[in-house]
């Protein structure tokens, strides 16, 4: 089970001057963390997904309230069904796990991304834990899942077209309500695990005016003392004059 710091307080937030409201983790390198081991690259997802709690936890402690996580891109469809079609069964385990635990301790779900095409059973299960947690403001995690930052941004533009707004009066803040983070405010960090340095169409819009670290620790390895490296870096990188 989850186990968000019981006080809700960030013990560790005093360690820095700045701490980022929103952060964005792009969870790379499960398959290569599982093949270092002898395991399957599903060992490896499975793996990944225990370490949300662990993630979550830390970025709690450190006062970090928005946090989004790069579950599965519409980029992913194209990996072996078999690999796909095992980590769908792995994240609607997940969800019957903990939904119940996120609505206690306070924690709002948020879906980014379309459902198309995700098996229904699973999509009912998102549906329900975003319904369930809708009312929690205590910690906000948005879990990216069948998303692609283009789809959004185009999304976002045909939902304003529809509306008929006239392209004059389009201002950033209108199309911001136009996206699924509306509300959630642009991303302060962005952290890729693995070591890859490239963005792979995440949240192009929110994350314009972040700061982007990339460390090579593989996701199932990304622990309290990682992330507080990635604070030290993104101290150095907003503390100018």
Request: glycine share 8%; with cysteine.
């Amino acid at each position: 089970m989850l186990e968000l710091h019981k006080t809700l307080e960030p013990m560790r937030a005093a360690e820095f001057r700045f701490v980022p409201h929103h952060i964005g983790i792009m969870m790379d390198g499960n398959g290569r963390w599982a093949r270092q081991r002898g395991l399957s690259r599903l060992e490896g997802h499975r793996h990944g997904t225990q370490n949300v709690r662990r993630a979550l936890d830390a970025c709690a402690q450190f006062g970090i309230r928005v946090v989004t996580l790069y579950v599965f891109s519409t980029e992913n469809w194209g990996r072996p069904r078999d690999e796909v079609e095992g980590f769908f069964e792995l994240l609607a385990q997940v969800i019957d796990y903990e939904t119940e635990n996120f609505r206690r301790q306070g924690v709002r779900l948020i879906h980014s991304g379309s459902l198309d095409g995700v098996p229904p059973v699973l999509a009912e299960k998102v549906e329900r834990a975003v319904a369930l947690t809708h009312g929690n403001d205590a910690y906000l995690l948005n879990v990216a899942f069948n998303y692609g930052g283009r789809m959004e941004i185009l999304r976002a533009a045909q939902n304003i077209v529809a509306d008929q707004i006239p392209a004059a009066t389009v201002t950033e803040e209108l199309f911001d309500r136009y996206l699924y983070t509306a509300g959630l405010g642009d991303m302060d960090l962005v952290i890729r695990t693995g070591g890859d340095q490239r963005l792979s169409n995440f949240f192009p819009w929110q994350s314009a005016r972040g700061v982007f670290y990339s460390t090579k620790t593989f996701w199932p390895d990304f622990d309290v003392s990682e992330l507080r490296r990635a604070l030290e870096f993104y101290n150095r990188c907003v503390d100018v004059p």
